[in-house]
């Protein structure tokens, strides 16, 4: 049959780079998935009514912020500032008000501020080309895969040092210090993510790592991979 073969030689590329096999795969995604049915985290960017520009602004506003803080700041910050024009019309000492509340306000009001009036110039509308997406002003690899994600549909990992944890946990460490510059922890993370629900699945992969795959004193007991997570195993034996 054409379509095992297919299946057969997309396993045996997966395993001479180091990715887990395609079933390995899709155990993680389900795993995971039901368990973010029951104990995602709700936040405001992620209702149903989110816009592409709410999606954006959040994932800039969580750049090294707890998403707890960024939750109980964002609607009043989108009410002031509804769109990318709005956002860009006002000045930066202005804006420097607003985000002092969860820090880095003045490094991340200028940074917002150019991308807000870059957006504008360009009716709102990012480009679908991942190069083009990182020209603009303030947007590097974390926020170019959150536009193609979010804005394109395509299935990127939000990968940054939460989401690395809990991938090198379950199938293995990386082998460089920067993770945007790791081969196998790239090719890993965005395999991992290759599905219809790629959306949720970074959203519960995210979760997980905050609630129970914490940097320190994980909840392994209370984890829906601790059967096939590498790490775990090691803390049982």
Known sequence: MPGRGV????????????????RTLAGFRRGLLGWFQENG????????????????????????????TVADFFPKFIEEFP?????????VVRLQGYLRPIGLW???????????????KRNGR???????????PGIGQYIANAV?????????PLLDANMARVLERVFGPRHLADIRYDPY???????????????????????LAA??????????DECPLMSTCQAARKRIE
């Open 7 to 22: 299946h057969s030689a997309k396993r045996r590329d997966q395993e001479s780079h180091g990715l887990p096999a395609p």
């Open 41 to 68: 985290r709700k936040f405001p960017w992620r209702k149903v009514s989110a816009s592409n520009y709410q999606y954006i602004v959040a994932e800039v506003l969580l750049q090294r912020t707890r998403a707890e």
């Open 83 to 91: 769109s990318w024009k709005k956002l860009g019309a006002v000045s």
């Open 106 to 120: 003045r490094r991340r009001a200028t940074s917002i501020q150019a991308l807000a009036r870059a957006m504008a």
């Open 126 to 136: 990012f480009p679908k080309n991942r190069e083009a997406i990182e020209e603009l």
């Open 148 to 156: 193609l994600l979010f804005c394109h549909g395509e299935a990127q």
């Open 185 to 207: 922890l790239q090719k890993l993370a965005l395999e991992v993510v290759q599905c219809k629900e790629a959306r949720k699945l970074n959203w519960a992969i995210l979760d």
């Open 211 to 220: 609630t129970t795959c914490r940097t320190n004193r994980p909840h392994c």
